[in-house]
């Protein structure tokens, strides 16, 4: 279940900033094939929220189901891969008419990296990840300004996917491409031999041309979302102390008019410690 002081990912709900939901299923894995794992799950996720105040004309009600499949693996000694796919069932309300209609929406990562047996350790990686929309979506987690008729097609989830530091969009309405390379660039000196230089780059693109993303900014009926370049350092320090810099800019496509197209840019500096 939620927890009590949890946002609702539908803010268009009244005291929207306290989320009620279940969620129960179950996960399996086959362990038979060497090097690979699959594994499938389901699970269901029951909307309680409660409005506050109570808003007598209209329902809020977003119930869904996620079936799962994937598979992680090695393909060669130094090359791993992880694939899953998902499809979501449930039933939704539409945003003006108030009439409750289908969920079938469907999800996809996939994900290869190479570990190169060079010095520094560099590390190649490449990503795609593909969430479903709705064409009358603008908006695409509420349900106002949500699926206006017909089925509802967006892909609406639960979890966590890292899509980039600036825009960080949610994998919904949205295609993502990302390409990467990580090494450490200072191994062999003994103070810095757990510093990791990373470089990201993000290219997005609509699924539904007319639909919203996370992003309403990003209004205009074009794919064209944008594309991100993202830096990382991270340096483990000693034992218990750890260092991460992060850098990130992104600059929009022609999914953003032109009064909202200025490039965006995310900065973060964070000391962790465990005792």
Not at 108 to 119: F, G, I
Not at 196 to 220: L, N, Q
Not at 242 to 260: K, N, S, V
Request: hydrophobic share 30%; glycine share 10%; net charge negative.
């Amino acid at each position: 279940r939620t927890l009590p002081h949890e946002d609702n990912v539908d803010l268009s709900v009244p005291g929207g900033k306290n989320s009620g939901r279940t969620f129960y299923g179950m996960e399996g894995k086959y362990l038979g094939i060497p090097n690979h794992g699959v594994y499938s799950y389901v699970l269901f996720q029951r909307d309680d929220s409660d409005e506050d105040p109570e808003d007598l004309t209209r329902d809020y009600d977003y119930n869904s189901e996620y079936f799962g499949l994937g598979a992680e693996g090695k393909l060669l000694a130094n090359v791993r891969y992880a694939t899953e796919l998902i499809l979501e069932t449930g039933d939704s309300v539409t945003s003006l008419t108030q009439q409750e209609q289908d969920v079938t929406a469907w999800a996809l990562d996939a994900s290869v990296t190479y570990d190169v047996q060079l010095p520094t350790q560099p590390t190649i990686y490449g990503e795609y990840a593909f969430g479903s929309g709705d064409s009358d979506r603008s908006n695409v987690t509420n349900t106002v300004n949500g699926n206006l008729a017909g089925k509802d097609t967006n892909f609406l989830y639960f979890g966590y996917l890292p899509t980039g530091y600036a825009l960080a969009p949610r994998l919904s309405n949205l295609r993502m491409l990302k390409l990467g390379m990580a090494l450490k660039p200072l191994e062999w000196v003994r103070w810095f031999r757990d510093l990791t230089c990373s470089v990201d780059f993000y290219r997005y693109m609509k699924e539904e041309p007319a639909g919203g993303i996370f992003d309403a900014e990003a209004s205009e009926t074009d794919r064209d979302v944008g594309y991100e370049v993202d830096l990382t350092l991270s340096w483990q320090v000693l034992s218990d102390l750890g260092l991460t810099i992060e850098y990130g800019r992104f600059q929009p496509g022609d999914a953003y008019p032109r009064a909202t197209n200025d490039a965006s840019q995310y900065f973060s500096v964070s000391v962790t410690t465990t005792f």
